[in-house]
């Protein structure tokens, strides 16, 4: 295996096995077709939502029956109401009701997606006559957040169990909403701080972590898609 993937991971719930670098890779592809739809082949483009600050990408691919929800982070053009978001890091009660606490602001930015259309594309992910798509949430950053919150809204209100790959993603809720977070893969690049903010919330000790070793010194700079594109590809080599 190479020097530059490293694994780290409490018991997975559900006995599921660890993720692979294929899958890791289509995530993070989908994470980059959020950002630059107009450059993506189909079907990688997606369906796109937009919130008042806030975007999504619903990607199907009906003959491996698979359906990426892929949610953009902080900036372009929604940035200053992406920020503010980040900013609203007090505890507030789940939408649905479960014990702990979750990000204010993370979650007041995924109802304004569910409410633009996202509720709508899930309740309608299952094509007619068809077996139910696997689901993959993914996400850089703010969106790495959102898909693991989404995760929980959608075990919660749709009986959906997802697969959940963030990138670079703070955490979500306290150490009570933590313990009874569904399981997760969490891909994170050494030295970059921003998976380690709000101290008061924390990532599920079960979920899989994915360690990427960087290929340069300069910290300050690490928390950067094109750091994570590249970290991948070192470790195909």
């Not at 719930?13 to 994470?31: I, P, Q, Y």
């Not at 670079?168 to 150490?175: H, M, Q």
């Not at 008061?200 to 898609?225: C, I, Y």
């Amino acid at each position: 295996r190479s020097r530059s993937f490293r694994r780290s991971s409490g018991p997975l719930l559900g006995g599921r096995a660890m993720t692979s670098h294929r899958n890791l890779c289509r995530a993070f592809r989908a994470v980059e077709s959020v950002y630059a739809a107009h450059r993506q082949p189909a079907p990688w483009a997606g369906k796109r939502i937009r919130s008042a600050h806030g975007e999504v990408a619903v990607i199907r691919f009906p003959a491996s029956q698979r359906v990426y929800i892929a949610f953009k982070g902080t900036g372009g053009e929604g940035f200053w109401g992406n920020l503010l978001d980040d900013l609203k890091a007090w505890p507030a009660k789940p939408d649905w009701g479960r014990p702990g606490r979750v990000h204010a602001g993370f979650q007041h930015h995924l109802r304004e997606l569910m409410a633009a259309g996202l509720a709508w594309e899930i309740n309608n992910l299952q094509e007619p006559n068809a077996p139910a798509p696997q689901v993959i949430l993914t996400g850089f950053s703010l969106g790495g957040a959102l898909a693991a919150l989404a995760a929980e809204e959608l075990r919660a209100f749709w009986g959906i169990e997802p697969q959940v790959i963030t990138f670079a993603a703070p955490p979500v809720g306290t150490a009570a909403f933590a313990a009874r977070q569904g399981p997760l893969t969490r891909v994170v690049l050494q030295g970059d701080g921003i998976p380690l903010l709000a101290p008061w919330f924390r990532h599920p000790k079960s979920a899989e972590l994915v360690l990427l070793k960087s290929g340069g010194l300069d910290f300050a700079l690490e928390h950067n898609r094109d750091r994570y594109r590249q970290a991948l590809i070192r470790v195909k080599r």
